[in-house]
C-alpha cells in the first residue's frame, strides 16, 4: 500500500524566514511526486519530480527528490503572507492506472 | 490520519454509457465532499463542491446535467458521468472534509476512467 507522510504538519514563521517542507513515501512502482499549494478548495499545481538530485525552481519555490531515500523536500525563502497556505505533497503509482496518493498536507502561516 | 477512499480505482466504459464513482471517508463523517479532475501537466481542476444533503454546487464551466453528484450520507458521495465520452476520460479525484468550508481536506485515491 502506498504512503505520503509529510513533516511537520503545521509551521508559523515571519515574513522573510526560509521553511523547508518535508515528505516522505513509500510506493509500490515510483512514476512521479508531485507538490501542491491549496489556499481555498482547489490544490494549485507547483511541481513534479522524477529523477533524484534535480532541483525544480520556480521563483522563491524550489524542490528536490532523493528517490535513494525515498523523499522529497520544499523550500521557500524570503516567506510572504501570501505563501501560507496547506501544502500537498502527492506521489504517482504506476500501477493502477498512476493513482494518487497524497499526504496529510503541511499547514504553513506567515506571519507579517 | 483520516481516510477517504474511491471505487473502483479504474474503469474503462463505452462511449454514452454512464458510470459512477463512490468516494467514501472511512473513519469520518465528511460535511463536504469535493470533486477534482486532473488534467495533464497535473493540475487538479475543482468541478463540484457537495454537502450531505443538498444539492452539490458546480464550478463554473462543469455541466451538472453530465457529472450527476450526490451526497447522501455523512461518509459517501458518487460522481456519475453520465453519456461518456472519450473526452471525459481523466482522473478523478475526490477529497472530504469534517468542515464545511473545506478546511483540512483529506483526498481519495483517485478514479482512473477511460472511455471508448
Known amino acids: 500500500e502506498d504512503k505520503v507522510v509529510q513533516s511537520p504538519l503545521s509551521l508559523v514563521v515571519h515574513e522573510g524566514d526560509t521553511v523547508t517542507l518535508n515528505c516522505s513515501y513509500e510506493?509500490?512502482?515510483?512514476?512521479?511526486l508531485l507538490w501542491y499549494k491549496q489556499e481555498k478548495k482547489a490544490p494549485t499545481f507547483l511541481f513534479m519530480l522524477?529523477?533524484?538530485?534535480i532541483e525544480k525552481k520556480s521563483g522563491r519555490l524550489s524542490s528536490i527528490l532523493d528517490k535513494k531515500e525515498l523523499f522529497s523536500i520544499l523550500n521557500i525563502t524570503a516567506t510572504q503572507t501570501g505563501d501560507s497556505a496547506v501544502y500537498l505533497c502527492?506521489?504517482?503509482?504506476?500501477?493502477?492506472?498512476?493513482?494518487?496518493?497524497f499526504g496529510g498536507g503541511t499547514r504553513l502561516m506567515v506571519k507579517p | 490520519g483520516a481516510v477517504v477512499s474511491q471505487h473502483p480505482s479504474r474503469v474503462i466504459c463505452k462511449s454514452g454509457t454512464s458510470v459512477k464513482i463512490e468516494c467514501r471517508s472511512l473513519?469520518?463523517?465528511?460535511?463536504?465532499m469535493f470533486w477534482y479532475r486532473q488534467f495533464p501537466k497535473k493540475s487538479l481542476m475543482l468541478m463540484a463542491t457537495?454537502?450531505?444533503?443538498?444539492?452539490?454546487?458546480?464550478e463554473q464551466g462543469v455541466e451538472k446535467d453530465k457529472f450527476l453528484i450526490n451526497h447522501a450520507s455523512l461518509t459517501l458521495s458518487t460522481l456519475t458521468v453520465t453519456s461518456a465520452h472519450p473526452e471525459d476520460s481523466s482522473f478523478y479525484i475526490c477529497?472530504?472534509?469534517?468542515?464545511?468550508?473545506?478546511?483540512?481536506?483529506?483526498f481519495g485515491p483517485g478514479t482512473r476512467l477511460t472511455v471508448t
Open positions: 477529497s472530504a472534509s469534517s468542515w464545511p468550508s473545506g478546511y483540512e481536506q483529506y
Open positions: 510506493v509500490t512502482n515510483f512514476r512521479s
Open positions: 522524477t529523477s533524484s538530485g
Open positions: 502527492a506521489v504517482e503509482d504506476n500501477n493502477a492506472g498512476n493513482m494518487l496518493t
Open positions: 473513519d469520518f463523517q465528511a460535511t463536504t
Open positions: 457537495s454537502n450531505e444533503g443538498s444539492k452539490a454546487t458546480y
